[in-house]
């Protein structure tokens, strides 16, 4: 009897549960998300300070002072353990300036791109090695607190630009059928190899079209055994395998409310170009995320004409003028599953760049200088929550 009752209990609550329903979720397009702050570094430091990369086992925290180049590593209190400069001139030395924000290679080893190539330390400061390629680095745009510097296993993979410049300049139709994107850097041998042409199916791929070289700087990142790039004037994520990088595994087309291409030219070369060129469509990054989402941060970019008519406005006020260029471009980050877009993702006001992307519940950003002034420095963890 007691087996009989146990039996019927199991069979209710099987036919209970069968005739449960369960809502369908709204599109990504109808949902409101925001990044929701639950916890803080603080370090006892005044300065414009950056949050470059976060160690492995999340105990050490890399970050960078904006204005004088200065190293710090924390530990995951925020005490500072080492405190360092290495911009300047002499052996185990970077010139100029970073080509984006250090990483840590290793646990006992950072890695900084720059002019000359790769610049390895151990977490105090000293040389260990620089990883140089053998043509002469050009550079078409920088963005210093970009992560483009993906590690894997024993190779570094960067956008290094330069290897066909002699031959084939640094743009144009010529250009765009020669180039590719990416240098891959084999740490065991220092061997540099160029990897990466524009896919197929991009518009950068063309023949007969020149683009704006600066419209197609990269977004890269990794996660597990592929590797996502986007191109920064074309709203598509290209997936590919990080043991076959001549040709995309999957292409996700993004289907933003707006996003502003720039025109090509019927030309060899696309040559100069005004300010009103920069101010286009623009994809910043991407992440993947699980099930097939990604987190993007773009830019809606100006029309020529939305350009001309606040310029001639304001032609006169330059702080007046990029501010309402900046009101008239949409941007910030938003989430994409596949076939809709997010509207854009909530911030606090005091949260400002973007340093380190772990998953969805643990995203790390720097305080917004410009909106709030402090003794001290402090990074914010955040995830991201539907409201």
């Known amino acids: ?39 803080s570094l603080v370090v006892d430091y005044l300065g414009n300070l950056f949050l470059a990369d976060i160690s492995e086992d999340e105990k050490k925290f890399l970050l960078i002072d904006q204005q004088t180049d200065t190293i710090f590593v924390t530990n995951d209190e925020g005490k500072i353990l080492h405190k360092y400069t290495r911009k300047g ?6 010139q100029q300036t970073r080509l984006g924000p250090p990483q840590f290679l290793t646990d006992s080893e950072i890695i900084f791109p720059a002019y000359d190539g790769f610049h390895v330390y151990s977490l105090s400061g000293e040389p260990v090695k620089t990883y140089s390629p053998d043509f002469d680095i050009r550079v078409s745009l920088i963005n210093l607190f970009k992560n483009n510097l993906i ?25 765009q059928q020669k180039v590719k994107k990416l240098e891959v850097a084999n740490l ?30 990269l977004a890269l990142s990794k996660k597990d055994d592929s590797l996502y790039v986007a191109f920064r004037n074309e709203p598509v994520i290209y997936s590919y395998h990080l043991s076959d990088l001549d040709s995309p595994a ?19 070369k696309f040559g100069q170009y005004e ?4 101010y286009t469509g623009s994809l910043n990054q991407v992440f ?6 990604f987190l993007a941060n773009y830019a809606r970019g100006l029309t020529d004409e939305e350009f001309e008519q606040i310029s001639s406005e304001f032609s006169d006020d330059n702080s007046k003028l990029f501010e309402e260029l900046r009101k008239k471009n949409t941007t910030g980050w938003v989430l994409y599953d596949g076939s809709s877009v997010s509207r ?42 539907s409201k």
Not at 4 to 10: A, M
Not at 151 to 175: K, L, T
Not at 348 to 374: A, C, T, Y
Request: proline residues 6%; hydrophobic residues 40%.
């Open 250 to 268: 999957s292409i996700y087309k993004i289907s933003f409310p707006e996003f502003i291409e720039k025109e090509p030219k019927d030309a060899d």
């Open 188 to 217: 065991i041998s220092g061997d540099f190899t160029p990897a990466l042409p524009f896919p197929k199916a991009s518009k950068f791929s063309s023949a007969e079209k020149s683009h704006l070289n600066i419209n197609y700087a």
């Open 275 to 278: 300010m009103k060129d920069v």
């Open 288 to 293: 993947a995320l699980d099930n097939n989402q």
């Open 344 to 385: 854009i993702i909530e911030e606090h006001p005091n949260l400002g760049f973007m340093g380190k992307f772990i998953s969805k519940d643990k995203i790390w950003f720097s305080l917004d200088f410009q909106e709030v002034e402090k003794d001290y420095s402090i990074f914010y963890k955040t995830k991201i929550l």
């Open 151 to 175: 590690i894997q296993e024993e190779q570094i993979i960067f956008p290094f630009e330069g290897r066909i410049a002699d031959e084939y300049g640094v743009e144009g139709r010529e250009f």
């Open 89 to 94: 001139d002499g052996p185990g030395y970077y």
């Open 1 to 39: 009897m007691k087996t009989k009752l146990i039996l019927f209990s199991i069979l209710l609550a099987v036919l209970a549960s069968c005739g449960k329903t369960e809502k369908p979720l709204a599109p990504l397009s109808e949902q409101h998300f925001n990044f929701e702050i639950y916890d």
